[in-house]
């Protein structure tokens, strides 16, 4: 007896040794026969029957349970019928093994694009690989639609969106939902996109400050990133405001006004650098309004401007006001010393401060008097 070793282990062996023992079956002999036996002539022949129909029962059962890989043996004696039940379960198995590949190739390695085929598929099982197929098409859509969409917001671009037909026919149950999240969320970026660009444009590029994102029915991350957006646009906006109030201020002499509102990072630095600006000018403004009223109007010569901690323009300034303040000083007490002397009868005294336009005028003016009173007073 040869066994074929690629067929299922037991299985077919026994179906060989049923075909080698149905060739001549042995009759069956019984002590007590029934009477229907004894009635029935032909019941030697029923029992052959049976037994060469045990196998193809055995067979049955088996495609019956799911097992595709028993074989009839075709030279047993059920001719065509061994054949045929044969071809059934080959291709019964082919079909088990395709959708295997399928679900290996689809639900664990993601290609969504492989389809369920079967060699010369007829009938109902060409229809049931069509039918399996349209089941993978309507499964696959939408999530190869889902990954179109998420791939452009993933690169910026939100004009993309979810067909809720497909062929002509609409999505119904968890497809048309999964549909419709997924266009929200493509609404709701719009939106929030549409307002931050606006009022970061509107603040940042316009200059019109006091700008707030509007966008409705956002929650959770949403609702925190238009509130923090917002909170930015109006923290910008005073601290802007606050600044050019204090500056113009400023501009139009008032320096009784500094940067009160919060601040942190650079706008915290703007701020103290502007308050201290703003201390340098009034201390600068009061000194230089204390010499010039002591020296011009008060008499009070010999003052100095003391402006504590300043540097650059405003340390040259201070520097300038001192050194008018100090040739100022020297000039009228030299011209005050020549004056008094005269008034005294001394003669022999003149101006020799350096001075310039106006006051070197006087200077020249005074030394010809004198002069000149010096001449007459020899005569």
Do not use: Y
Not at 203 to 230: C, I
Not at 241 to 256: D, F, P
Not at 309 to 326: F, I, R, Y
């Amino acid at each position: 007896m040869t066994v074929n070793k690629n067929r299922k282990p037991g299985r077919s062996v026994f179906f060989q040794e049923q075909a080698d023992n149905t060739e001549k079956p042995e009759p069956i002999v019984r002590e007590d026969r029934s009477p229907d036996l004894e009635k029935n002539p032909n019941s030697e022949t029923d029992n052959r029957n049976q037994v060469s129909l045990a196998p193809l029962l055995e067979a049955l059962k088996a495609a019956r349970d799911g097992d595709f890989s028993v074989r009839l043996p075709e030279n047993n004696g059920l001719g065509e019928v061994a054949i045929v039940f044969n071809q059934m379960v080959s291709t019964n198995q082919n079909f088990a093994i395709e959708i295997e590949r399928i679900n290996q190739a689809i639900g664990e390695e993601g290609e969504l694009t492989q389809r369920a085929t079967l060699k010369n598929a007829q009938g109902d099982w060409n229809t049931s690989i069509n039918l399996l197929n349209g089941l993978i098409d309507n499964l696959a859509q939408p999530t190869t639609e889902v990954a179109r969409v998420l791939e452009a917001i993933a690169i910026g671009d939100l004009s993309e969106k979810i067909a809720l037909k497909v062929n002509g026919k609409p999505l119904k149950g968890e497809f048309l939902r999964l549909g419709t999240i997924v266009n929200s969320v493509v609404d709701l970026l719009t939106t929030f996109t549409d307002e931050v660009t606006r009022v970061a444009k509107e603040v940042g590029t316009e200059g019109k400050l006091g700008g707030q994102a509007q966008v409705k029915g956002v929650s959770g991350v949403w609702k925190d990133l238009t509130d923090n957006v917002n909170s930015m646009a109006s923290n910008l906006t005073n601290q802007v405001r606050n600044i050019v109030k204090v500056c113009t201020a400023i501009s139009v002499g008032e320096l009784n006004h500094k940067i009160n509102v919060e601040a942190e990072g650079e706008l915290l630095r703007l701020k103290e650098t502007i308050n201290k600006m703003v201390d340098i000018l009034n201390s600068f403004a009061s000194e230089v309004i204390r010499v010039a009223k002591e020296t011009g109007t008060e008499g009070q010569l010999g003052s100095q401007a003391i402006v504590k901690g300043v540097a650059g323009t405003w340390k040259e300034l201070t520097d300038n006001v001192n050194s008018m303040a100090s040739n100022l000083t020297d000039q009228v007490r030299n011209i005050a010393e020549v004056a008094t002397a005269v008034a005294e009868g001394d003669l022999s005294k003149k101006i020799t401060v350096e001075a310039q336009g106006e006051i070197l005028e006087l200077k020249n003016t005074l030394n010809q008097m004198v002069e000149q009173l010096n001449d007459f007073s020899s005569d």
